[in-house]
């Protein structure tokens, strides 16, 4: 028994991503070929030489079909999975494994959302049917309860942390601003932020990630084989998943500070990696920022700094794009919205950018200089019931 | 056998309507004091639960056989409203559950037909009662509930024993409502005081005869009835003026309507000495009168919630709240997808969590709410209290009435769960606050009402 990853036995050589929006005149099926091309095309393969297919999608429709007609793809396995806002993630990590298996030599994980044809604002979950008796709050107040858990465990002023709070999110607009994949592309100031008016607990919309459609999609093959399709490859380094069973809602131990899943997980990628200094040792990080208090909590479930000190390293703008580990360079989730199924592969993305130095000037990390890591963190849930991936990836490969 | 009372409670839901609001806005009607208002997450269903738990909580020991449930407001027609509150007070299978519905005479009705059937009856009795905007209705009425058990002496210790009574009965037009219509409409009102009042004088006439009493034994009176006029003339007849049980209740309150009887018996029992000899009056379609001699177990019952402690309580709702709450003031809906109705079979398989909020205990005996697959214990946790651990405002989800304020509470006694908080201003909500539970409907699909529970601030 053992959780052993698959380091450096698979590569992605491959990557496309749509620009996250609300595309009004783009369907799914549109969102899943303009993706895909790209990552056809940045692999230097046609959909045919691709031998299997994880579509990740929450809520887009049933089944490896929703893939397959748009792309018309020939007698090709395509799986759809979903894990909650970790889908894309997921989707992901079933290509790699399929890939280290030796089932398949070539493989595509593709990530969608349609979300903005419900008429609704914000995400929207399927009703299943149910006695009645569940919470039916939502992410945003859920969310919102780790800020004055957080504020009173560490003894943080409520007035310091929403600056905190209000610095997170200025600093993912700042990076998203130089962004051409983003939706929103605006600076924002903390003044700015901290005016506005609260919808959920102490949280103002500025403090929730936006809502967008959107696709992205990666081509991994093994790693012996990366070079057929790419100079630059990236490596990866770890996949780990934890599902959590829900204990946080019903234990009163549980105080709203952390996400224990997350923790185990990034615990378990971080072992599969051989990193023993994350804060060091990886040279960027995009975290699932769906709410300001969640990228808060993740600095310290994730290891990039010592439990109570987030606060001040935000502060201290330790995660700024010109940081000591440039958190979210891409703008996050705050700038890009939350295609569900899309956002794991829209963080490698951003990865695959910034490692092989192919961001754009004003955006591109100089940690790359003598770091090659690259951390990958997608959650789905909430605080005390959460499904938790964090993937390494690197650009040098081992042994 | 003596037969009478065994325990008894009423409820009042936490809002009230100053009636000096109303005419600015409807133009007219309104006038001095409150009357009470239900909760937007309320029904006759519910208030009538948190009545039972109070009145059988006082009847320690009594295990009902039936259950009746009256009110002119039900939530339902078709399905009985009855077994959701046999569900929620957890009742055995083998105990009835039946609604007498429809009209304000059916409260006292089944009152009645428990005082002379046989075995522990438990009567719920519960009203939500409405008028258009600016009508005297509107102002004169009060929403509430009150449940009595009714018992033999063998059963338990009596409040109160039965010692007599009278009834008559008459066809005529003095009010009535169209099922499913807001308001009530009315004959004018000197026509049902000369029905009334003379019904009133032979029902009283024929229970102190079948007591064996005179009227100056006794010793005080509550009258019940939608026609007020015809309350105070028949107070004055019967020599009591306006020293009858309930006269200060119109202020505060208002008249509970099918629930009114029991709401005023359970005033006067609150304050009785032992030995009082009490008379419940009531007009309605007729005139029906209960006698009763209150007993030395009067004097170590000490009531969870009184009447008078609960009329003074309370905290204000604005007019516009109120007619949005009833529907009276079409308001636009949340932009948000409406709620999913509840599964019928998976509400099936939940009863005992859903209605009775019983939880689980495994082989460690830590608490788990809802209940967790393979703990082998039930833990009923409904009236345990507990403590806020953390809180939130949700300006964003669907309500019926935003925002959403929820809690994660901490039980006494073990077991956590984040629920709604009802009856509550945000001002008053805090960590560290303790609240109790209270039955409530989370919302309406198709139909269906959603009936779980809510936390409340103690």
Sequence with gaps: ?399 | MTRGIAGAAAYLPHRRLDRATIAAIAGGGGGKGTRTVAGYDEDTTTMGVEAARDALRSARGVVPDLLWFSTVNPAYADKTNATAIHAALRLGREVGAFDANGSVRSGVGALLAAMTGQGTHLVVSADLRSGLAGGPDEAAFGDGAAALVVADADDGPLLADAIGGGRATEEFLDRWRTPGEARSRVWEERFGETRYVPLGLAAWSEALTSAGLVAEQVDRIAIAGPHGRAVAALAKQLGFGDRHVGADLAGSVGNLGAAQPAALLTAALESAPPGQVLALVVLADGADVVLLRVTDAITAWAPRRTVAAQAAAGAPIDYGTYLRWRGLLPVEPPRRPEPARPSASASGRSTEWKFGFVGSAGEDGEVHLPPQPGDGVDVPMADAAGTIATFTVDRLAYSPSPPVVFAVVDFDGGGRLPVELTDVDIANVAIGARVELTFRKLFTADGIHNYFWKARLL
């Design chain 1, 1 to 399: 028994m053992g959780s052993h990853g698959i380091k450096d036995r698979v590569a992605i050589v491959g990557m496309g991503c749509t620009r996250f929006a609300e595309h009004w005149d783009k369907g799914l099926d549109d969102l899943l070929v303009d993706a895909t091309e790209e990552a056809f095309g940045s692999a230097g393969v046609t959909k045919d030489d691709v031998d299997a297919y994880w579509l990740g999608t929450a809520q887009g429709g049933m089944s490896g079909m929703v893939l397959a007609k748009p792309l018309q793809l020939e007698g090709k396995p395509v799986t759809r999975v979903e894990n909650m806002c970790a889908t894309g993630s997921e989707a992901l990590r079933q290509a790699a494994y399929a890939v280290a298996s030796g089932a398949y030599d070539l493989a595509m994980a593709v990530g969608v959302e349609k979300v903005k044809d419900s008429g609704y604002q914000g995400l929207n979950a399927f009703p299943v049917p149910s006695d009645g008796t569940q919470r039916t709050l939502t992410a945003a107040a859920m969310f919102s309860m780790v800020a004055p858990a957080y504020a009173a465990r560490y003894g943080v002023p409520m007035d310091e942390l929403k600056a905190v709070l209000a610095r997170i999110a200025s600093k993912n607009h700042f990076n998203g601003a130089r962004n051409p994949r983003a939706q929103f592309r605006r600076e924002m100031s903390v003044e700015q932020i901290l005016a506005m008016p609260e919808v959920a607990g102490c949280l103002s919309v500025f403090d929730c990630a936006g809502v967008a459609d959107g696709a992205a999609a990666a081509v991994v093959c093994r790693a012996e084989d990366a070079h057929r399709y790419t100079d630059s490859p990236l490596y990866v380094k770890a996949l780990s998943f934890v599902a959590g069973n829900g204990s946080g809602l019903t234990d009163p131990a549980y105080d709203y500070t952390t996400f224990p899943e997350i923790v185990a997980c990034a615990q378990d990628a971080y072992a599969q990696a051989g990193i023993t200094d994350p804060r060091a040792e990886l040279a960027m990080a995009e975290v699932h920022d769906c709410f300001t208090p969640t990228e808060l909590v993740l600095m310290e479930d994730l290891g990039f700094c010592e439990r109570g000190t987030a606060w001040k390293e935000i502060q201290a703008g330790a995660f700024d794009l010109a940081g000591d580990l440039p958190v979210n360079p891409d703008g996050g989730l705050k700038s890009f919205g939350h295609p569900v199924g899309a956002s794991g592969l829209r963080m490698m993305f951003e990865a695959w950018l910034q490692l092989r130095r192919e961001a754009p000037a004003e955006r591109q990390i100089t940690t790359v200089a003598d770091r090659h890591l690259a951390l990958t963190h997608n959650l789905g849930g909430y605080p005390g019931e959460m499904v938790s991936f964090v993937s390494i990836l690197g650009t040098e490969r081992q042994g």
